[in-house]
């Protein structure tokens, strides 16, 4: 039976230790055993230095002296187990077991690790018998009896780091308000090992500074952290950092005073915008003791007009022109002695002063307001030379680079709107101008319509149209004087549906509307096929005279649709017109004739009108010409009208009166030019004239030779009493006869003197031919007598 019990027994130890599973153990204070398994119950704790888990370093910041300080952990305590126990020792990271491995105690030394694994793990393996109850496995026995179980388990301990010695705190020491700056340490302490050795946590605190969030910060195994400083620093403020689980004592880092930025005020104008119109400003800046301060011009083109720049009490004046820019105005620590610091490597630092344009009332757009697509130059006057923002309507853009000038190149698109230019400064967005810019109509075509020529008469649909054009708000057209749209369609469209009266043609026309401007007109002319002409008329219409140079005026009813007439006179007379009349000179004959006329223009002719007239007058009038002789010698002629019943007869010499009556004698022996003797006859009755012309061929001198006229001359003439023939050359007989115009001889008389006197004084008034005969030659000469 003792022998089945132990069987028994030894197997149910075994099956009772491998069904044991891990428990959770912890040692006595302060030294924690933070995980492990078995059945045992364990308490180590460190019996040299620290009562803790902490090992310390000598000098961490040296890994050439590799030296720690060596402490002992031993087991306080151990319940659950009978029997006979055995102990082993092992760690890992960051430290070594000096000497034994087993026992009840271990002694352990902190080393640097290459691979940062500082911290370390101290683990106890422990073997022995527990007593454990188990029911009675051999009936008939009941109950449960005790058997020794053979257990083993495992406990460990996390040992962190301790330093003699900590590097202090890597930071700027001189920080500026709202600025974030990075602070660190060294890294001392590690982070995990494989085996899951807890974190090492770096505790960073403040004094008196004003930090965004809450503190404490923790940043965990980093031995770096960054803090946005939200206040000015005044000097002798303070951050901290605390290293590790095992290092209770902080280190500190303190501040000096921040070199605080320089305050300036430019004089008039705190908003910071400056119209284009002030060419010129006055900054001050507060001058603080223990800083100085110098001033540098950001813009080439500004100069200095008071001050320097080495700042004095009362500022810097600044020629400016129209131009932004920047100012600087530097700060520094007075070398000759100051509690303030910065942390820029110039030991300066800088206040910008942006210099920002406004355009003012007085600047303005100049440029066309109205164009067609093309490309205009814009510029603003007076010259703003400060960047500029343009916002231009949709298909208007700036030619070039230079985006934000004051004199820009601006194309507008074949599909640009009409709209604003606004403009403003980069830098004060509010100044803005704004300009209402417009884009003309493009240029009209040529109208179209299926025929320009009408149908006299039609009143027939007719379909004008023109291509459409851009930039447009509608179509305006003109129709000839008559002429209407058609009922219910468009009449500001491209394309327009008119009825014409059927009287008249005339000028379509259009033009496209614009916002700005009108496009040109486009015009087509509209003709009607002319009309046949009307009765034709003449003036005068009664009686019409022969062989005068007088006139006779055909008419016809002018038709509007005409541009020209055409004009056949039959032989009537001779005239040229292309017009609704015609002056016509008579032909002097009373016809009758043919006269035929029509109408034309562009579209065609009209068939002619055709009219039979009829000259009235006093029928043909003949002139009989009869020479008159006296003393054998021809000395002029008698010209003789035919008789008209009723008439008067008015003679012309050369056009110019000379008597009345049927007949006239005409003498002109003196005169070797032949004449035109024209007779005017007119009827007492009906009114009308005919003439009738004949030329005078009467040669003066036959009968009469030049050399007998050069010798005699004939004097007074006219004369009363008597005249005195001279004969001028030798001779040798000569005779002078004197003759009535009937012929009768009323003196006679031979004379060989030089110069004979004639006694006239028994004749009546009147005209006398005196015959002169020297040698042989005879010459007459016409005297007139008048007492």
Known sequence: ??????????????????????????????????????????????????????????????????????????????????????????????ATIVGSTTGTSVTVKPTIQTNRFNKARLYLNYTGTKKESVPNPCPPYTGNIDVDVATAGQVFVDLYQKFEYIDPIVGEACIE???????????????????????DIYTWNTTSIDLVGNQPYASGDNSAIAFDFTSSINGGEQIFVQVGKCNSTSIAHTFGKNLPVAEYEIDNYLAGCIPTSVGQIHITNSMKTGIVYRWELGNSNYTFASGSNTNSQDGITVNIGTEGGTIYLYSKADPAGSDYCTSAASGEIVEVIQIKRSLDEGVTLSGPTCVHPGTYNYA????????????????????????????????????????????????CPGDEIDVNVYVRPDELGEISTANVCLTNGSTAEVVFSVDEVNHTTGYVWTLPAGWNFKSGTATDAAEITVIPNGTNGGTVSVYAQGNCANSNTASIEIKLTPTTPGTIARDPSGCINKGLEDV??????????????????????????????????????????????????????????????????????????????????????????????????????????????RAIDIFDPEDPTPHDYCVVVTSNTSGCITRTCIQSGYNFRVGSSDEANAKVTVYPNPAANNVNVGITNTFKSASITVYALNGAVVYKSATSNVITPVDLSQLENGMYFVAVDVDGDKTMHKVQVTK
């Open 177 to 199: 308000k709202d600025k974030t700056y990075a602070f660190s340490i060294r890294d001392m302490v590690s982070g995990n090992i494989n085996l899951g050795i807890g974190t």
């Open 552 to 661: 006779v005026t055909f008419t016809v009813t002018n038709d509007p649709n005409a541009t020209s007439y055409t004009w056949d006179l039959g032989g009537s007379g001779t005239g040229s017109s292309t017009a609704n009349s015609i002056v016509v000179t008579t032909s002097g004959t009373g016809g009758p004739y043919v006269v035929k006329v029509r109408a034309n223009n562009s579209c065609g002719s009209s068939a002619d009108r055709t009219s039979v007239v009829s000259f009235a007058g006093n029928g043909t009038v003949n002139i009989t010409r009869t020479d008159l002789i006296i003393g054998g010698t021809k000395i002029g002629e008698k010209l003789e009208a035919d008789i008209v019943a009723s008439s008067t007869y008015q003679w012309f010499r050369d056009g110019v009166f000379i008597t009345n009556g």
């Open 380 to 427: 603003l006057t007076p010259n703003v030379n400060t960047p500029l923002n343009w916002e231009l309507p949709y298909g208007w853009t700036i030619d070039g680079a230079n985006q934000n000038a004051s004199n820009v190149s601006i194309t507008v698109a074949e599909d640009a709107d009409f709209g604003v230019i606004s403009i403003s400064t980069t830098t």
């Open 1 to 94: 039976m003792k022998h089945t019990l132990t069987f028994w027994a030894k197997r149910c130890a075994l099956m009772l230790l491998l069904s044991l599973s891990a428990a959770f153990v912890k040692a006595q204070a302060p030294i924690v055993v933070e995980q492990g398994f078995g059945p045992a119950t364990v308490v180590i704790t460190a019996t040299t230095g620290s009562s803790d888990a902490c090992i310390t370093y000598a000098n961490p910041t040296d890994q050439s002296n590799n030296i720690g300080q060596n402490k002992t952990f031993s087991i306080a305590s151990i319940t659950g187990l009978s029997g006979s126990i055995t102990y082993s020792w092992s760690i890992e990271g960051g």
